[in-house]
């Protein structure tokens, strides 16, 4: 079936740095990507859907300029998370898609002290 | 729009017994529906998937799903239920024509225990 990746798995950071996190699809290529966001003992929250080659389209209430994202390549699309802050702190999940279906990462826990 | 409600938080059911975990959607076309599976600090796994086709699903790991039009229900079933099937649960729908980008509307989850 489709796999897609996330690196890192964790990370823990100064408040005020700058995260990246990659999302890889290793069997497929995807045009659309998407990022999640979520909170312990809660659901998904869509923040943005990335798109190859164009601009990611962010969910209302969702900082662009503090969640960047770029899809450059069919197999691969970044989050970095600018000045991080405590409250930046949650699990962040991507998703590829193929065809019809979304497959998700393995997840990247965000800790900012 | 488009909504998935996922009644009951939390499931407990012995090992060997019946699971089922119920979703109901509510969307203004013919949806597309999945049931993914996410272990402790982990990614969501795609248990199954409705496309528009049979309306019993079968999916991994012995979980199956029926689509019902006139209920606008989605419900997850195992015959038996196994220790490895403790996890959360998520119902989800998405919406779209083919190519667009069929963004998944999720449930608020469902954890389920499984009892020795």
């Known amino acids: 079936g489709a796999v897609v990746s996330q690196h890192p798995s964790w990370v823990i950071c100064k408040s005020g740095t700058s995260v990246k996190i990659e999302c890889r699809s290793l069997?497929?290529?995807?045009?659309?990507m998407f990022w999640y966001r979520q909170f312990p003992k809660q659901s998904l929250m869509l923040m943005a859907t990335?798109?190859?080659?164009?601009?990611?389209?962010?969910e209302q209430g969702v900082e662009k300029d503090k969640f960047l994202i770029n899809h450059a390549s069919l197999t691969l699309s970044t989050l970095t998370v600018t000045s991080a802050h405590p409250e930046d702190s949650s699990f962040y999940i991507c998703?590829?898609?193929?065809?019809?279906?979304?497959?998700f990462g393995p997840g990247t826990r965000l800790l900012v002290l | 729009a488009q909504s998935v409600t996922q009644l009951g938080s939390h499931v407990s059911v012995s090992e060997g017994a019946l699971v089922l975990l119920r979703c109901n959607y509510s969307?203004?076309?013919?949806?597309?529906l999945f049931w993914y599976v996410q272990y402790p600090n982990q990614g969501l796994q795609l248990l199954l998937k409705?496309?528009?086709?049979?309306?019993l699903v079968k999916g991994i790991n012995g979980f199956e799903a029926e689509f019902k039009k006139s209920e606008t229900s989605f419900h997850l079933t195992k015959p038996s239920a196994h220790m490895s099937d403790a996890a959360e649960y998520f119902c989800?729908?998405?919406?779209?024509?083919?190519?667009?980008?069929?963004?998944?509307?999720f449930g608020s989850g469902t954890q389920l225990t499984v009892l020795p």
């Open positions: 989800a729908v998405a919406l779209g024509a083919s190519g667009s980008a069929r963004q998944l509307t």
């Open positions: 998703s590829a898609r193929d065809g019809g279906t979304q497959y």
């Open positions: 990335s798109n190859e080659g164009s601009k990611a389209t962010y």
């Open positions: 969307s203004s076309v013919p949806p597309y």
């Open positions: 409705y496309t528009s086709a049979a309306t």
């Open positions: 069997d497929f290529q995807a045009t659309t």
